[in-house]
């Protein structure tokens, strides 16, 4: 009877086992991979996103969000005078269809039904199948791919990897900045780790050129050069802001004071700005863990909105 438990819970432990092992994929949801890039002088955004169901690869979606480059000039002749400006897309490429007007000759697809043939492929045979020569060339795909991959590919293999760390990543695009927030969860769906970050920009509006700063406000740290500098006080229900009470978090640290309070008490899609900043459930009364938040908050709770959408009910 003793050997027969005993194999018994051998057998047991082996099966529970393999199950662990089962899935290199321990948090279901959508991981996304993603790289901002200059294209013709404005700032572009390149998505890749693999979705995880039950420990398995079920999908992958690629998309790209662009911006618009305008040109404004004032006065005539010597007196001409040509001033830029740069504004994000309301709609990606894969959102804007047909519109995006890449097939203009017969029998030539348009971006989005190109994108998912590389979608397909990947979905079929993997991240890794994909192979390119020395020019950056690929056959794998057939002729009907004609835009460029690398970058895709690239961004899959990436968000594949993310999954496996149940590391999730948004992004939102404003103004000329790109918003970041990403979160670690583990397979109890407890988050280990929650941040949040923008990339901001460099533009001459005379030259009409504009280039991605190297360092994020996170890297900055202290170097981004808040504390100091006139504070904001809410008076009446309006931000006042004066010398007189000058800032005294870093913007790292208010991004934290955001973060620490979900990661405390769960993500609420009520979580909305007081007259744009700190933070409130109800519109109007101050939360007060977020009372020292005088940054700007509407961007921040749309990324975390996004970000915790993607989790879904992996998060506890």
């Not at 397909?120 to 056959?139: K, Q």
């Not at 640290?253 to 008490?265: C, R």
């Amino acid at each position: 009877m003793k050997k027969v438990l005993l194999l018994f819970f051998v057998a047991f432990a082996a099966i529970a086992l393999f199950g662990c092992k089962s899935s290199e994929f321990k948090v279901d949801g959508e991981f996304m991979a993603y790289e901002e890039t200059v294209a013709r002088n404005a700032p572009q955004v390149t998505m890749v996103t693999v979705t995880i169901e039950d420990g398995e690869i079920v999908g992958f979606n690629i998309d790209t969000r662009q911006a618009r480059r305008t040109a404004t000039t004032t006065g005539e002749g010597e007196e001409a005078v040509t001033t830029y400006s740069w504004a994000w897309n309301a709609m990606t490429k894969k959102e804007l269809g047909d519109d995006y007007g890449m097939a203009t000759e017969p029998g030539q697809l348009e971006w989005y039904e190109q994108a998912a043939l590389i979608e397909a492929h990947l979905l079929e045979n993997g991240v890794d199948s994909i192979t390119f020569d020395d020019e950056g060339y690929t056959a794998d795909l057939g002729a009907s791919v004609s835009i460029t991959v690398d970058t895709y590919i690239t961004l899959a293999q990436e968000a594949v990897e993310l999954a496996k760390l149940g590391k999730f990543q948004a992004v939102y695009a404003s103004g000329n900045d790109l918003y970041s927030a990403h979160m670690v969860v583990t397979p109890k769906g407890e988050i280990e780790e929650l941040l949040l970050d923008v990339r901001q920009s460099t533009r001459d509006e005379s030259a009409g050129t504009f280039a991605w700063n190297e360092k994020t406000k996170q890297e900055l740290g202290f170097d981004y050069g808040m504390v100091g500098a006139a504070g904001y006080t809410l008076v009446n229900g309006e931000w006042v802001r004066s010398t007189e009470t000058p800032c005294t978090l870093e913007w790292f640290e208010q991004a934290a004071l955001i973060t620490d309070y979900v990661m405390e008490n769960g993500w609420n899609d009520d979580l909305q700005p007081v007259a744009q900043r700190a933070g409130s459930l109800d519109g109007s009364t101050v939360i007060d863990a977020l009372a020292g938040v005088t940054i700007r908050t509407g961007g921040y709770f749309t990324i975390l909105e996004t970000l915790f959408g993607f989790a879904g009910d992996s998060v506890e």
